[in-house]
T-cell receptor
Framework: KAGVTQTPRYLIKTRGQQVTLSCSPI?????VSWYQQTPGQGLQFLFE???????NKGNFPGRFSGRQFSNSRSEMNVSTLELGDSALYLC????????????FGQGTRLTVV | AQTVTQSQPEMSVQEAETVTLSCTYD???????LFWYKQPPSRQMILVIR??????QNATENRFSVNFQKAAKSFSLKISDSQLGDAAMYFC??????????FGKGTRLHILP
């Protein structure tokens, strides 16, 4: 079974630009969550999608948004990039039953210059 | 709000020895899941072990075992017969009723040959 796939692996963007990250969950998994990892703040929850609906949202500004498609693939968008958005963005997928383990992708390393 | 605390930012252990990583958490919920994840330099977050709060028996996965003390809200990870490949950042994590995963700040584990 293929794991969670995140693309691209690396991105360099300029302040003010926008970026879209993609996540393909494990086949059959319907829940996709996004996390931001930085040295200072650690791992922080961004949002979670299940069956194309956002179920939970973390404490991030509205510049961070996401969506999920009917095939469970998810995208995360960050608009008006700031230097502080530089981070590793991790996607995780879970089966629908919830409160089970999440399986993570390798992440997208975003650098804002 | 739930919190997860890992009080050891960094630890070292001799190869083949045993090491215990500490984790405490705070919650008012009675039903939840706890996890230990490993993040090697490759950045891939790998599930090491999971524990359901309703189960009294401590989870075990090969050389990895936990000491789950629900009343004390403690969830430590024991690694037996440490191997060089165990070197990584270890995160303790809690999954709440909203399916949000809350991570500790992590413990960096060094294996000394």
């Amino acid at each position: 079974k293929a794991g969670v796939t995140q693309t691209p692996r690396y991105l360099i963007k300029t302040r003010g630009q926008q970026v879209t990250l993609s996540c393909s969950p494990i086949s059959g998994h319907r829940s996709v969550s996004w996390y931001q990892q930085t040295p200072g703040q650690g791992l922080q929850f961004l949002f979670e999608y299940f069956s194309e609906t956002q179920r939970n949202k973390g404490n991030f500004p509205g510049r961070f948004s996401g969506r999920q498609f009917s095939n469970s693939r998810s995208e995360m968008n960050v608009s008006t990039l700031e230097l502080g958005d530089s981070a590793l963005y991790l996607c995780a997928s879970s089966s629908w039953t919830g409160r089970t383990e999440a399986f993570f992708g390798q992440g997208t390393r975003l650098t804002v210059v | 709000a739930q919190t997860v605390t890992q009080s050891q930012p960094e630890m070292s252990v001799q190869e083949a020895e045993t090491v215990t990583l500490s984790c405490t958490y705070d919650t008012s919920e009675s039903d939840y899941y706890l996890f230990w994840y490993k993040q090697p330099p490759s950045r891939q977050m790998i599930l090491v072990i999971r524990q359901e709060a309703y189960k009294q028996q401590n989870a075990t996965e090969n050389r990895f075992s936990v000491n789950f003390q629900k009343a004390a809200k403690s969830f430590s990870l024991k690694i037996s017969d440490s191997q060089l490949g165990d070197a990584a950042m270890y995160f303790c994590a809690y999954r709440n009723r909203d399916d949000k995963i809350i991570f500790g700040k992590g413990t960096r584990l060094h294996i000394l040959p």
